[in-house]
């Protein structure tokens, strides 16, 4: 699997930024969709994750209630729409696809990585 993570910039505190994953390479019916981030001096933390096909969405408590994740299964993008940013939320966005019931919360169980993209929200 192939992916392609977009959508990142530079916003102010309360703002909102859609971040994109397009996928592609193979049939994606098995896998999960799911979004990292990293922070520089942290570790690489889940945000959430997407079932490709039917399947419960999860949230990371840290963005529950702010970030939403949807699926366009037509165009095969999963997209991160980020509402009410606030500064620690700042830091390199990734989307990864994994085998659905293994990838879960931990980045190692995700196979494929997009490139990341960088998100920064001033004060």
């Known amino acids: 699997v192939q992916l392609q993570a977009s959508g990142g910039g530079l916003v102010q505190a309360g703002d909102s930024l859609r971040l994109s994953c397009a996928a592609s390479?193979?049939?994606?019916?098995?896998?999960?969709i799911g979004w990292f981030r990293q922070a520089p001096g942290n570790e690489r933390e889940f945000v959430g994750r997407?079932?490709?096909?039917?399947?419960?969405?999860n949230y990371a408590d840290s963005v529950k209630g702010r970030f939403t994740i949807s699926r366009d299964n037509a165009k095969d993008t999963v997209h991160l729409l980020m509402s009410s940013l606030k500064p620690e939320d700042t830091a390199v966005y990734y989307c990864?696809?994994?085998?659905?019931?293994?990838?879960?919360?931990?980045?190692?169980?995700?196979?494929?990585w997009g490139q990341g993209t960088q998100v920064t929200v001033s004060s």
């Open positions: 390479g193979r049939d994606l019916s098995n896998y999960v």
């Open positions: 990864a696809a994994g085998v659905r019931g293994r990838a879960n919360y931990y980045a190692h169980e995700y196979d494929s």
């Open positions: 997407i079932p490709w096909s039917l399947g419960s969405i």
